[in-house]
T-cell receptor, first 117, second 117 residues
Framework: GAVVSQHPSRVICKSGTSVKIECRSL??????MFWYRQFPKQSLMLMAT?????????EQGVEKDKFLINHASLTLSTLTVTSAHPEDSSFYIC?????????????FGSGTQLSVL | AQKITQTQPGMFVQEKEAVTLDCTYD???????LFWYKQPSSGEMIFLIY??????QNATEGRYSLNFQKARKSANLVISASQLGDSAMYFC??????????????FGSGTQLTVLP
């Protein structure tokens, strides 16, 4: 199946710093990328949806100025957690779909565990 | 109302036996898709099986089958011949909207499956 590469897999940062998470589609064009957040023992909650070349659409309650999403190319989307605080510590995971296969399939990155000290 | 309900927080099954993980959903859309994902402790989301709302046959993928009962709005996952490597968190998810639409997945709360030797 298609591969979505997500980096870094784990990051520890100090409070107040910014962290960038990258998701790359390796063998397909990801026309749409979804960013999810998952707290321990809980389900995945959608944060935002981004279409290549467009501004991301954020879910209610998600601060767009804090979680900056860029989807500038068909193979790369980034999520930047700005001025991170301990409450931002979570597992972040991206998923990509493509117009090529009618968005029938969604492939996930391997996730990023963010720990803010 | 919850869109996806998984009522079993945890399940145990003996190795080589079959197990059914329950999932019910709620939508007013006529066209939707139902997915099952496996999430091992490493965090990655592994796609298992997909069922479209208009598919007449229950989906099967190897040892996985989806018991789709549209009138009851249930989409239970059946794993046959359980293996130790099947121990993981299992999520049921739904995408609302017609085929080909780039819509996000809504996830259930998950079921932690433990396969006993």
């Amino acid at each position: 199946g298609a591969v979505v590469s997500q980096h870094p897999s784990r990051v520890i940062c100090k409070s107040g710093t910014s962290v960038k998470i990258e998701c790359r589609s390796l063998d397909f064009q990801a026309t749409t990328m979804f960013w999810y957040r998952q707290f321990p023992k809980q389900s995945l909650m959608l944060m935002a949806t981004s279409n290549e070349g467009s501004k991301a659409t954020y879910e209610q309650g998600v601060e767009k100025d804090k979680f900056l999403i860029n989807h500038a190319s068909l193979t790369l989307s980034t999520l930047t957690v700005t001025s991170a605080h301990p409450e931002d510590s979570s597992f972040y995971i991206c998923s990509a779909s493509s117009r090529t296969w009618g968005h029938e399939k969604l492939f996930f990155g391997s996730g990023t565990q963010l720990s803010v000290l | 109302a919850q869109k996806i309900t998984q009522t079993q927080p945890g399940m145990f099954v003996q190795e080589k036996e079959a197990v059914t993980l329950d999932c019910t959903y709620d939508t007013s859309d006529q066209s939707y898709g139902l997915f099952w994902y496996k999430q091992p402790s490493s965090g990655e989301m592994i796609f298992l099986i997909y069922q479209g709302s208009y598919d007449e046959q229950n989906a099967t993928e190897g040892r996985y089958s989806l018991n789709f009962q549209k009138a009851r709005k249930s989409a239970n996952l059946v794993i046959s011949a359980s293996q130790l490597g099947d121990s993981a968190m299992y999520f049921c998810a739904m995408r609302e909207g017609p085929r080909g639409s780039a819509r996000q997945l809504t996830f259930g709360s998950g079921t932690q499956l433990t396969v006993l030797p």
